[in-house]
């Protein structure tokens, strides 16, 4: 085979694997949004019906109570307990993170790597090991089931790996720039909100996502924390779905379409940072 | 517009002391260079100048002022950083002005004192852009006009040239003598190149293990050093140093090699005391070919291993005493290796150091 | 007087940033973890509140030594995650050296593999439980009608297959960070040592074991910490797909905890099952931020 030939095949050859590597990505997310917009009869039908006759935004009317719906999930009140408790929970774990990778980042101060260790150490710890004790501990405090007692526990849980990201974006940023700041009359406090903060705001948001998305998805620690729509989350609602021996997979699916994109776009508009962020906070010590 | 005082200034890191106890005396408008190798401890001494460290122990006073525990903003100076420091999120103008602006300037003084930097640097085209792009060079600017629209009492420069080529170096180190010129004011300026310390200051200031080892002009640090450091560090390329004793009113170096005492130096030294000798390249020379033939001297053979021809003079490398040896030849000629020279030595130049300390003879 | 409160200071100001993040730490995870130490040992039972006051010393943890159930789980965990995380990096690697080949595209699809990050393991779980489901699963239908299989296999029900599906999920959802991370280390790596190989005279595999993967390693130990942070997550997918069954026969560690726990309201017991689990996500993930350590000197990044 000449050499031109075999560059050629080479490349087709990558192309199919990309492209196989692809739909292996794809496919199984894509059947679950495709049938979030079929009607259930069509997705258990048998034989199977490939081409989907026509779509359909029933079963998210459904779900929502609209129309002639029938079953009573409050997707509702899953949705809006789901974006308080995500959005509080990430908007303190970004406070406490930001003051926590800047410590991290800046000074140097005794224990340090030990400390930052231990920081993880404490995400380590499964949450269904974690959600025995919070059950018991919470009940007693009287914050089960609120979801004040949720955003507590989803803040301790992106803490760390909030600092774990803003540590190394701060990094990236070097130390003479807030130096030079303070020799040009200003306080710490001001160099870093007009030199180090705008400059790692990229970052910032990127873990802000990365913090939210955890709450969003969360579901091992909220299966056990909550139970009523009063703080019910999305991910816990998606087993509402499930009876003893039936499941009705178009009502789930459309759940999961409602569960999925809001992640989706917050992922593509913070992606390139996210991506820095991984990699930078590792490597460079 | 502003002298500065060090007193006793010691810095330490945990237990580990860097700087130990320096005391130094700017004097207002003075270009003071910080010289040694790193980690000597000069940066972190321009650093607690600047407020960026703090002080261990001692007293540093900016125009008569006792500034240890001012933060950098109280301190009125302007620093040059290494990186030059830019804010990459500010267009050249922004950075310009930002210490104005801080300051709580009016508009209209930050644009005019702004104008006024970039006029004198030549940065008037440059004002809109980013600081990714411009050059080298303009950065290095840039970074300059920052630290003069602030009239500030001092300039403080960390080794502001050691990121730029060979060619820009030599341009810039340029601009900062003018710049000094123009805008008359105190500078104290850290490098570990011996050449920009040479050119650019006042008075250098040499350092070692967070000691200072010599202060002096460039003329007296390089004609006087105080020690075996400062004569190997200061120099391009450096003096040659041989070890030698004192016998029968000769120097002997090891390998039995004579050479004369310089008359200057017959009182200061001590029968049986280890010495070294010190001559720079330039004053070891064939016959015929040195820079000065007057005066007390004496000859020595050496002969050639390799030449370097570099135009209206070659460098000689050769060996004595076990030990390299540089000289230099001054007009065109060209030289072969294994060829033997009669070389004069010039006494008059020549420097002897107690093999023990280090230091000078002549030094007190 | 006044230099010493200054030095101060610079002390205090990390401690004084690092509070708020130990605060919250302590509270929710450190005092927790201290009061469920305490209930596992004791044989508390959720359905009666005083026994939480007798104490048994370690019976529960000694109990759990001749648990089968307990063993069982434990191992099959362990099993679970050799399996899972070599499967996910190498496929990781793969996938980054087939994208790094590429010539364009590179991005788009970099962000299409960034996806099933960020789905909720509890809908990777739905959604393979829906994909594996022996009568409308895409994966049976999809062979049936290929005429590859003529009876619909039972991809959750039968024990090895429950497993490998399981497997299947957990690769699908987190294979992307290695990728990702990898890729990212393979775009940030200097072409010059790989060219000066090839001139040297090594084969690809030669020139690949001596320079990429040194210099990819810190990229895998960031992932495999990154990973170890949250391999209990597993728990939501193997909850979702097969709830520990057929007959607990893809029962991992977590699932087993959450039963005992739950179900049969032995807290004191569960706490004990929670305690083995949690050290073993320490020593793992300490395992790796330690060869991470070493790795950042090696390529002489640190400090």
């Avoid at chain 1, 999305?234 to 789930?252: C, H, K, R, S, Y």
């Avoid at chain 2, 801080?102 to 702004?114: F, M």
């Avoid at chain 3, 793992?284 to 950042?296: I, Y």
């Amino acid at each position: 085979m000449s050499r031109a030939v075999r560059q050629r095949v080479q490349a087709v050859a990558l192309w199919i694997a990309t492209f196989l590597l692809m739909v292996i990505m794809c496919i199984p997310g894509l059947w679950v949004v495709l049938s979030a917009f079929r009607p259930n009869r069509e997705i258990l039908a048998r034989p199977p019906v490939w081409v989907p006759e026509r779509l359909t935004f029933n079963n998210f009317a459904k779900i929502f109570g609209l129309g002639d719906a029938q079953v009573a999930i409050p997707v509702g009140s899953y949705f809006m307990n789901s974006v308080v408790i995500a959005l509080t929970s990430t908007f303190v774990a970004l406070v406490i993170g930001m003051a926590g990778g800047y410590a991290f980042a800046r000074f140097r101060f005794r224990f340090k790597n030990s400390l930052f260790l231990s920081l993880m150490l404490f995400r380590t710890v499964p949450g269904i090991a974690l959600s025995l004790p919070l059950f018991m501990l919470w009940s007693r405090l009287g914050i089960i089931d609120t979801q004040m007692g949720l955003i507590i526990v989803y803040i301790a849980l992106n803490v760390p790996f909030t600092i774990w990201l803003i540590d190394g974006f701060f990094r990236q940023i070097p130390m003479s720039l807030s130096e030079a700041a303070q020799v040009d009359g200003c306080t710490r406090w001001q160099a870093f909100w007009k030199i180090e903060f705008p400059l790692a705001k990229g970052g910032i948001a990127a873990a802000g996502v990365f913090a939210f998305l955890t709450s969003w998805n969360e579901y091992a620690l909220a299966a056990q924390l909550t139970r009523s729509t009063d703080s019910k989350t999305l991910p816990v609602g998606l087993m509402d779905f499930t009876a003893q021996f039936t499941i009705d997979w178009a009502g789930m699916s459309a759940m999961a379409v409602i569960i999925i994109v809001p992640a989706l776009i917050l992922t593509f508009l913070v992606q390139k940072h996210l991506i820095r962020g991984l990699t930078f906070g590792g490597v460079k010590g | 517009m502003a002298e500065i005082s060090l007193k006793q200034v010691v810095k330490n890191y945990g237990r580990t002391p860097v700087v130990h106890g320096i005391d130094l005396e700017i004097a207002d408008n003075e270009f003071v260079v910080l010289v040694g190798p790193s980690g000597c401890g000069k940066s972190t001494t321009l650093r607690m100048i600047a407020g960026l460290e703090d002080i261990s122990d001692g007293e540093i006073r900016i125009r008569g002022r006792l500034v240890n525990d001012l933060p950098p903003r109280k301190r009125n100076i302007s620093m040059v950083f290494q990186n030059y420091a830019l804010y990459p999120h500010m267009s050249v103008r922004d950075n310009l002005g930002f210490g104005l602006k801080i300051a709580g300037q009016s508009k209209k003084v930050v644009a005019e004192r702004v104008d006024e930097a970039a006029g004198i640097l030549g940065l008037s085209e440059l004002l809109d852009r980013l600081p990714a792009e411009l050059s080298g060079g303009q950065r290095q600017r840039v970074a300059m006009g920052r630290a003069i629209v602030r009239h500030p009492d001092a300039f403080l420069f960390d080794e502001p040239l050691s990121n730029l080529d060979a060619k820009l170096r030599g341009q810039m180190r340029a601009e900062i003598k003018k710049l000094h010129q123009k805008v008359a004011s105190t500078i104290v300026y850290v490098t570990h190149d011996q050449i920009e310390a040479m050119t650019l200051a006042d008075r250098i200031v040499v350092m070692r293990d967070g000691h200072i080892d010599q202060v002096g002009t460039p003329m007296e640090v390089f004609n006087h050093p105080a020690n075996t450091f400062v004569a190997a560090f200061i120099g391009s390329p450096p003096m040659n140093q041989l070890p030698a004793t004192l016998d029968d009113g000769r120097l002997r170096l090891g390998d039995g090699t004579a050479i004369a005492l310089p008359t200057r130096l017959r009182e200061r030294v001590r029968a049986g005391q280890k010495l070294i000798l010190g001559v720079r390249p330039d004053d070891i020379s064939p016959e015929g070919h040195g820079l000065l033939e007057e005066g007390e001297h004496d000859t020595i053979d050496l002969e050639v291993d390799i030449a370097e021809p570099l135009g209206m003079e070659s460098l000689i490398y050769s060996r004595l005493a076990g030990q390299e040896v540089l000289a230099k030849l001054y007009g065109p000629r060209l030289l072969s290796p294994g060829e033997r020279l009669t070389c004069r030595v010039a006494l008059t130049r020549a420097h002897l150091f107690d093999a023990d300390t280090g230091r000078n003879l002549e030094a007190d | 007087m006044f230099r010493a409160i200054r030095t101060r200071q610079t002390t205090l100001a990390p401690l004084v940033l690092l509070l708020p993040a130990f605060t919250v730490m302590l509270f929710v995870v450190a005092m927790p973890l201290a009061f469920s130490f305490y209930t596992s040992l004791t044989p508390y039972r959720l359905t009666r509140p005083e026994s939480i006051e007798i104490y048994i010393g370690a019976r529960n943890y000694i109990r759990l030594w001749d648990n089968a159930a307990f063993w069982a789980a434990f191992w099959r965990t362990i099993l679970f995650l050799a399996i899972a995380l070599n499967v996910e990096l190498l496929l990781g690697l793969g996938i980054a050296l087939l994208i790094n080949k590429l010539t364009w595209g590179q991005r788009t699809l970099r962000t299409i593999m960034m996806f099933p990050m960020m789905f909720s393991p509890i809908l990777v779980g739905f959604q393979f439980k829906f994909i594996f489901n022996d009568n409308i699963g895409i994966v049976n239908n999809a062979l049936q009608s290929l005429g590859l299989i003529d009876r619909a296999i039972p991809w959750l029900v039968d024990a090895q297959l429950a497993m490998f599906s399981i497997i299947v999920a957990e690769v699908w959802m987190s294979t992307s960070i290695f990728a990702i991370l990898l890729l990212a280390g393979l775009l940030a790596m200097p072409r010059d040592p790989i060219e000066a190989a090839r001139v040297d005279g090594c084969n690809s595999w030669q020139v690949f074991r001596h320079i990429p993967l040194p210099f990819l390693m810190p990229f895998i130990f960031i992932a495999m910490t990154i990973r170890s942070l949250d391999v209990a997550r597993a728990y939501d997918i193997v909850h979702v797909m097969t709830g520990g069954g057929p007959a607990g026969r893809t029962e991992l560690l977590w699932t087993l905890i959450a039963r005992v726990g739950y179900n049969n309201a032995r807290m004191g017991e569960a706490n004990a099952m929670a305690y083995v689990s949690t050290l073993l996500s320490i020593a793992f993930t300490v395992f790796f931020f330690r060869k991470l350590m070493a790795a950042r000197r090696y390529m002489g990044g640190a400090e």
